[in-house]
């Protein structure tokens, strides 16, 4: 069965430094890898996702992540983070069947200045 | 339109009471879930509806009962909940078929069993 587990519930960090936030899943099968944000009272929304190719995937507010297969990881990074970067993250691989996602617990990324 | 609606967003219920949460969706998503998330928890999924049938239950108790009218909405009806049932609950929807598309999420509705 898949599964992922997010290493860190919670991650604070300054302004302007740089964040890691680690997932590792478990996998019999092929994957498909996803991180998702959700800020306070919102639902969740996709930040990035990794299905096959290029193992470095990027969104388009700066955070990347890149797939490991040897380590089974799929790390999310940003070089700089801000204080709006302040969310929960979640990391979330598809189920077998391709039909539904699962999540880890989730961390929570908390941004000062 | 590229939004998942979600209403109530807030809802307060006796164990007595029976109520519905609506989902609405116009990007013509053919798969629509029903997830339930605690706080600081993850989403669990709860139900998948397929095409508007009903393809994944997730074991929940009958209290909840799915319901998916059309391609475009889709409800949950609640019935004699109990407190611990209390929590976000979130649809969500995707074109359908394969996994490599965006799951889009709604707000979600609070739900307060008292």
């Known amino acids: 069965a898949q599964s992922v587990t997010q290493l860190d519930s919670q991650v604070p960090v300054f302004e302007e430094a740089p964040v890691e936030l680690r997932c590792n899943y478990s996998?019999?099968?092929?994957?498909?890898l996803f991180w998702y944000v959700q800020y306070p009272n919102q639902g969740l929304q996709l930040l990035l996702k990794?299905?096959?190719?290029?193992?470095l995937v990027e969104s388009i507010n700066g955070f990347e992540a890149e797939f490991n297969k040897s380590q089974t990881s799929f790390h999310l990074r940003k070089p700089s983070v801000h204080i709006s970067d302040t969310a929960e993250y979640f990391c979330?691989?598809?189920?077998?069947?391709?039909?539904?996602?699962?999540f880890g617990k989730g961390t929570t990324l908390s941004v000062s200045s | 339109d590229t939004e998942v609606t979600q209403t109530p967003k807030h809802l307060v219920m006796g164990m007595t009471n029976k109520k519905s949460l609506k989902c609405e969706q116009h990007m013509g998503h053919r798969a629509m879930y029903w997830y339930k998330q605690k706080a600081k928890k993850p989403p669990e999924l709860m139900f998948v509806y397929s095409y508007e049938k009903l393809s994944i239950n997730e074991s929940v108790p009958s209290r909840f009962s799915p319901e998916c009218p059309n391609s475009s909405l889709l409800n949950l009806h609640l019935h004699a909940l109990q407190p611990e049932d209390s929590a976000l609950y979130l649809c969500a929807s995707k074109r359908g078929g394969a996994w490599g598309e965006k799951l889009f999420f709604g707000s979600g509705t609070q739900l307060s069993v008292l």
């Open positions: 979330a691989v598809s189920n077998q069947a391709g039909t539904a996602l699962i």
């Open positions: 990794y299905l096959s190719g290029s193992t």
């Open positions: 996998s019999s099968v092929s994957v498909y």
